[in-house]
C-alpha cells in the first residue's frame, strides 16, 4: 500500500481559518476543494433551486392536476436503501401535500429484477392506480414505461442513473415526465444526488406549483423538510459523491436527527443498530441503518424496510426495526460464508508469487444473489482489482442466467467497461447498467468465461501499475494538540463520505506492542510523537514492525467512564515511505 498526504492549498487553509472555522478542520476542508467559508453554509435557502432540474416544473403541474382530480398513485420503488427513502419521501410528502390516494409497490429482486417491468406495469394498473411514478430506477425501462402508457397510466420517472445508450445515442424511455439531474439538456449542478434527493426536488416543485395555485400560502404550506432525516439516509447509504449540495441535504438530516426530529421508523432503527440518535454521524446512515434497510431487499422484501420508515406508531416501528436486523445479522452470515468461497475462486485464478489478473470474476452455483454486490465489495478492497460476483437466478424460467454484481477502483469505469464488452461480444450481456464504482450485469452461464474474458481484456488495456497500486490519500501528520476526545466529537458532527472523505491522518509512529483480539484483530500499544495512545486494527492480523507510517482515523474509546482518544489503523506502508 501506498500511503499519500493530500495536497493542502496554504491559501485556502489560511482564509478558512481567518473565517472563523477551527484550524485542522480548515486544513481538512481546504485539502478537499473548499475554499471559502460560505461554501460550509448548509443553509436549506442555498440549496439548488429545484427549477434548475430539467423536468421537474412539469411533474409538478403533471401531479398537482392528478391530485387536484383525485387520481390515484402508485409509486414503483427500488429495492435498495435509497429506493426504499425515496419511496418513503414520495409517499410521506405526496400525502402532506394533498394526495388521497397514495400506494407503492416494491420489485422483488429475485422474481421482478431491476426497475420497471412490463409485469410490473400491469400489477400497477391490476390495483386502480392511474398514475404510476418510478424512484431509483426507470430511466431505462423502455418496455416498463411503454407497457404502462398502453395500459393508459401517466407515468412519471425520477431516477438518478445514467440514461441507458441505444446505438451509441443517449436515449430515454417514452414517459409522460422525466425527472433526472442526467438526463440530456438538465442543467442541475449537483449530478451525483441520489434517487431519493431526486424525489424530494420533485415534491419542492410540486409545492411551489401547489402555492401558484392558491392550494397553500408560503405561511400555511406544509413543512417538507420532516423528510430530510430520510434524504439524508438514502443519500449516505447510496454512496453517491457528497457534493456541495449533498451536503447540506445530509447535514440538514443529521441535525433533525439529532433534535430529536424524525420518523418514528429511524429513531428504532437508531435503537437496534445499538447508536446513539443524539450523536448521529454520517458513519451511522452508511454502516449501521443503511444496512439493515438494505438487507430486506437482499434476502427478504424491502416491505418491511419501507414500512418501517413509513410509519408513525413506535411499537410497530420497533417491532420492523428489530426484524430487520435479525435478517441483517442473517445477511452478515451468508455474506461471511459467499466471502471465503469467493476468495478461494478468485486466488485460484493466479499463483501465491503473482499479481492477481486485472479483473476478477467468480461463480459458484451455491452464492445468494442477494449478497453478490456485497461480496463484490470485499473482493475488490482486499485485492484492489476491479470484480464481479455472480449468483444464479432464482426467478421461474431463468435458471440458466447468472446474475452479476460488480465493484470497481478508482480509474477503471465500470459501466463503460461493460458498455465496451457489449460491443466486442455481441450478445454475452443480456442485460447491463449502472455507474462508474459499481455496476450489474446478466449473462447466460453458457456465456460466463466469455464474459470474464472480454473484461480481463478491457481491464488489462485500461489499467496500468499505478492504478493497480493500490494507494491510500490521507491528511498527513497530525499535531498532538489535536488528539482529544472534543476534537473527535468535532470530526464526527462533519458531513464526511463518498466523494469527501472521512479524516485519514498519517505519520511514522512506535510500536511498544501488539497482540491480537478475538484471534481477528490487533490491537496495539503505540507512542505518537512520544506519548502513547491505544490503536486498534480491525480484521488485520499481521504484526507490525517497531516504526512504521501507520494511516489511522480518530476515535474516542470508553472504559470505566473514562473516554480516550484512540487510533483505528486504516493502512500501513511498510517501506515507511510516503
Known amino acids: 500500500m501506498k500511503i499519500v498526504a493530500r495536497d493542502i492549498p496554504p491559501r485556502a ?34 440549496l439548488l433551486p429545484p427549477a434548475s432540474m430539467k423536468g421537474t416544473a412539469e411533474a409538478a403541474v403533471l401531479l398537482a392536476d392528478a391530485i387536484a382530480a383525485g387520481k390515484k398513485l402508485c409509486i414503483v420503488a427500488d429495492y435498495d436503501c ?30 421482478d429484477g431491476y426497475g420497471l417491468t412490463a409485469p410490473i406495469a400491469e400489477r400497477v394498473k391490476a390495483r386502480g392506480a392511474d398514475v404510476l411514478i418510478t424512484v431509483d430506477n426507470g430511466i431505462a425501462s423502455f418496455e416498463g414505461v411503454a407497457k404502462a402508457r398502453a ?54 416543485a410540486l409545492r411551489a406549483q401547489l402555492r401558484k395555485r392558491g392550494v397553500f400560502s408560503a405561511q400555511d404550506q406544509p413543512k417538507l423538510d420532516t423528510l430530510l432525516p430520510l434524504v439524508a439516509l438514502g443519500t449516505v447509504a447510496d454512496v453517491v459523491k457528497l457534493d456541495a449540495n449533498n451536503r447540506k441535504l445530509v447535514a440538514q438530516g443529521l441535525k433533525r436527527v439529532r433534535v430529536p426530529a424524525m420518523s418514528a421508523g429511524i429513531a428504532s432503527l437508531f435503537v437496534a443498530s445499538g447508536r446513539q440518535a443524539k450523536a448521529a454521524t454520517t458513519f451511522d446512515f452508511g454502516f449501521a441503518l443503511g444496512p439493515r434497510i438494505n438487507a430486506a431487499g437482499r434476502l ?23 426484524t430487520l436486523d435479525a435478517i441483517n445479522r442473517q445477511r452478515r452470515e451468508i455474506e461471511g ?35 453478490v454486490g456485497i ?16 449468483a444464479q437466478s432464482k426467478a ?50 453458457e456465456n460466463f468465461e466469455r464474459f470474464e474474458q472480454g473484461l480481463a481484456e ?87 514492525p517497531a516504526q512504521v507510517l501507520l494511516a489511522f482515523r480518530l476515535d474516542a474509546d470508553e472504559w470505566n467512564g473514562l473516554r480516550r482518544v484512540r487510533f483505528l489503523v486504516e493502512g500501513a506502508d511498510l517501506q515507511g515511505q510516503s
Open 13 to 46: 487553509a489560511w482564509a478558512l481559518e481567518q473565517a472563523g472555522v477551527h484550524p485542522l478542520l480548515a486544513r481538512l476542508f481546504a485539502s478537499r476543494g473548499v475554499l471559502a467559508r460560505a461554501e460550509l453554509d448548509d443553509s436549506l435557502a442555498l
Open 82 to 111: 435509497d429506493g426504499a427513502t425515496a419511496c418513503a419521501v414520495g409517499i410521506r410528502g405526496l400525502r402532506l401535500l394533498g394526495a388521497q390516494h397514495v400506494s407503492y409497490l416494491v420489485p422483488d429482486r429475485v422474481v
Open 151 to 204: 395500459l393508459g397510466l401517466q407515468v412519471l420517472v425520477t431516477d438518478h442513473h445514467l440514461p441507458a445508450l441505444v446505438d451509441g445515442a443517449v436515449t430515454l424511455p417514452d414517459a409522460d415526465v422525466t425527472v433526472n439531474p442526467n438526463q440530456p439538456g438538465c442543467a442541475f449542478e449537483s449530478k451525483s444526488i441520489a434517487g431519493v434527493g431526486v424525489m424530494f426536488y420533485v415534491l419542492l
Open 300 to 322: 427478504a422484501d424491502m416491505t418491511l424496510g419501507i414500512e418501517c420508515l413509513l410509519t408513525d406508531d413506535a411499537a410497530r416501528a420497533d417491532e420492523l426495526a428489530k
Open 337 to 371: 460464508d459467499m466471502r471465503e468461497q469467493a476468495l478461494l475462486l478468485a486466488e485460484s485464478l493466479f499463483e501465491e508469487s503473482q499479481e492477481p489478473p486485472s479483473a476478477i470474476c467468480v461463480f459458484d452455483a451455491a452464492f445468494h444473489e442477494g449478497v
Open 375 to 390: 461480496v463484490a465489495s470485499r473482493l475488490k478492497d482486499k485485492l484492489h482489482r476491479p470484480a464481479f460476483v455472480f
Open 396 to 445: 421461474p424460467g431463468k435458471a440458466h442466467e447468472l446474475k452479476g454484481s460488480g465493484r470497481s477502483i478508482p480509474g477503471f469505469h465500470l459501466r463503460d467497461a461493460l458498455d465496451l464488452v457489449a460491443k466486442r461480444q455481441p450478445g454475452v450481456l443480456l442485460r447491463f447498467g449502472g455507474h462508474a464504482m459499481a455496476a450489474g450485469c446478466t449473462v447466460l452461464e
Open 458 to 544: 478491457v481491464a488489462r488495456e485500461w489499467l496500468d501499475a499505478a492504478t493497480l497500486t493500490r494507494r491510500l490519500d490521507t491528511d498527513g501528520p497530525l499535531k498532538p494538540e489535536y488528539r482529544r476526545v472534543e476534537l473527535v466529537d468535532t470530526l464526527h458532527k462533519e458531513v464526511w463520505g463518498q466523494g469527501f472523505a472521512p479524516p485519514v491522518f498519517s505519520e511514522v509512529v512506535e510500536v511498544v506492542s501488539q497482540r491480537l483480539v478475538g484471534e481477528k484483530h490487533l490491537a496495539l500499544k503505540l507512542k505518537h510523537q512520544g506519548q502513547p495512545v491505544d490503536g486498534i486494527w480491525w480484521n488485520h492480523t499481521e504484526p507490525l
